[in-house]
C-alpha cells in the first residue's frame, strides 16, 4: 500500500506545476484525498482536498483561484494544478487519503495513508 506524489520542481513565478498523487495497493476512490504543504520552519497545513463521496472540493484561502485539485479514478491518480505559483508557495507537498476527513477546515487528522512529499519551489 503506497502513496507516491511526483510533478514537483524548480518554477519561476506565475509559471505552473501539476503534481500527481498515485496510488497503489488500494483504490483512491474510495477516499477522500488532501495535499498538505510544509515550508522550512513552518508547520505542515492544509493545501486543498477533494471527497470520495460527491467530490467535493475546498481550498486554503491562500490558493483559491489558483490551485485546482482534480481525481481521476480510472487512473487511481489525484492531481493539483498550480497555476500562478508565488515564492510564498515554496514547499515540500505531501498527499494523503483518509475517510471522510475532506472539509473547509483542511484538518489532517484521521489520515490512514500520506505520500512522501515532492518540493515546489517557486524562485526567480
Not at 471522510?100 to 517557486?122: A, P, R
Request: negative net charge.
Amino acid at each position: 500500500v503506497q502513496l507516491q506524489a511526483s510533478g514537483g520542481g524548480l518554477v519561476q513565478p506565475g509559471g505552473s506545476l501539476r503534481l500527481s498523487c498515485a496510488a497503489s495497493g488500494f483504490t483512491l476512490a474510495d477516499y477522500d484525498i488532501g495535499w498538505f504543504h510544509q515550508a522550512p520552519g513552518k508547520e505542515r497545513e492544509g493545501v486543498s482536498c477533494i471527497t470520495s463521496s460527491d467530490g467535493s472540493t475546498y481550498y486554503a484561502d491562500s490558493v483559491k483561484g489558483r490551485f485546482t485539485i482534480s481525481r481521476d479514478n480510472a487512473k487511481n491518480t489525484v492531481y493539483l494544478q498550480m497555476n500562478s505559483l508565488k515564492p510564498e508557495d515554496t514547499a515540500a507537498y505531501y498527499c494523503a487519503a483518509g475517510e471522510e476527513f475532506c472539509s473547509s477546515t483542511l484538518s489532517e487528522y484521521g489520515m490512514d495513508y500520506w505520500g512522501k512529499g515532492t518540493q515546489v519551489t517557486v524562485s526567480s
